[in-house]
């Protein structure tokens, strides 16, 4: 039983062909933005469906300089979920605005245009729902809302609601390629992806010293740049991606037909959505057999934040949530063993 991992997915298939890549940047000397970045983000930009992809360090700056291309700074609010990861609230006071909380939908765990619109005040400036675990927010409607929507579709690389893709519904998207998301790459890695021309050009002088040409700085941004050997391995791992997203729809399908619905609430697809599972989040009340629990503490309960709003959703879905094994790699019979165990309530 103890040895079915959480996370199962394995890049050791690829590996042959991340040395290749990682090789080519070696041998050309170009590594810090450069050819391999520009192909990268015109590849990601093509498979999203969106007209501009902007490669930064990592998935918490893309949060930070997204939010300041699009005009969010000191006095504004960004209204977001409390059950997410961190990064969504510490990006956006890094931007210099106040995130405001608001709950979310126990079913889908991700925020509802209901949710978002009982915390908006007339000092909003924009929306950060997050495609919590791989499901999708309802992007849609919330941008009818009137202010800027960013999606934090860190955790929905593939995702799609609706036929549209995660990351190419909103005003702006980020990414984040760290080593467990659905696409990984070697360390750290991130994107901001948008259809606004004005948008992309400020991510794109933010994410290099508020530069556009290294000697006049127009803003005071970051060094915050994807560096070229991170882009070449994701150049050779993005074509597997959609492989992979079907494999992990096959995990969750094994899991409900093989009874797991019996011992826990299973995960729901937003209305619309095409799930990608980066987790498989169930619910129960009492402690499951390989779950981990996430974000026991939500963040605006962090020490960082300590903010008293009520968020009732927010703290069950807080309690009870348990993440099973997951992953690409995970095995019809890996599968059986969880859900047996989930029976036997054995550890
Ligand atoms: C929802 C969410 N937002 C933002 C981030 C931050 O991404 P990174 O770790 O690449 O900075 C993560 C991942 O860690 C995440 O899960």
């Known amino acids: 039983m103890g040895d079915v991992p959480l996370f199962a997915s394995s890049l050791e298939p690829y590996h042959d062909r991340l040395v290749q890549a990682i090789e080519r940047v070696a041998r050309s000397g170009a590594y810090i933005l450069g050819p391999e970045v520009e192909a990268f983000e015109r590849e990601f930009a093509d498979y999203l469906g969106v007209k501009h992809c902007v490669g930064v360090a990592n998935g918490t700056d893309a949060l930070t300089i997204a939010l300041r291309a699009l005009g969010v700074g000191p006095g504004d609010e960004v209204v977001m979920p409390s059950f997410t990861f961190y990064a969504t609230a510490e990006a956006t006071i890094v931007a210099g ?41 309802p992007v849609p409607e919330l941008r009818e809302l009137g202010v800027p929507v960013l999606e934090d579709a860190a955790q929905a690389a593939g995702a799609k609601l609706d036929g549209v893709k995660a990351g190419a519904l909103g005003d702006a998207a980020t990414f984040s390629f760290f080593p467990s998301k659905n696409l990984p790459c070697l360390g750290d890695g991130g994107a901001i992806t948008t259809n606004d021309d004005d948008v992309a050009e400020l991510a794109r002088v933010l994410r290099f010293h508020g530069s556009q040409d290294k000697t006049t700085f127009i803003e005071v941004g970051y060094n915050s740049r994807l560096d070229a050997m991170q882009a070449a391995a994701l150049r050779v791992l993005l074509p597997e991606l959609d492989g992979w997203n079907e494999s992990r729809r096959a995990v969750a399908a094994a899991y409900e037909r093989l009874g797991m619905a019996e011992h826990a609430a299973l995960p729901s697809a937003a209305g619309g959505s095409r799930h990608i599972y980066h987790l498989y989040v169930v619910r129960s009340p009492h402690e499951l057999p390989l779950g981990r629990g996430y974000y026991r503490v939500p963040v605006h309960r962090q020490p960082a934040i300590g903010s008293d709003v009520a968020l009732p959703v927010t703290e069950e879905a807080a309690r009870t949530n348990y993440a099973l094994p997951m992953g690409k790699d995970l095995t019809e019979e890996q599968v059986a063993e969880v859900v047996a165990a989930c029976a036997s309530g054995s550890t």
């Open 97 to 137: 605005a106040t995130p405001v909380f608001c709950d979310i939908d126990l079913d889908s765990f991700c925020v509802t245009p209901e949710t978002v619109k009982a915390v908006m005040t007339s000092r909003t400036k924009a929306i950060v729902p997050v495609h919590l675990f791989g499901n999708v927010a």
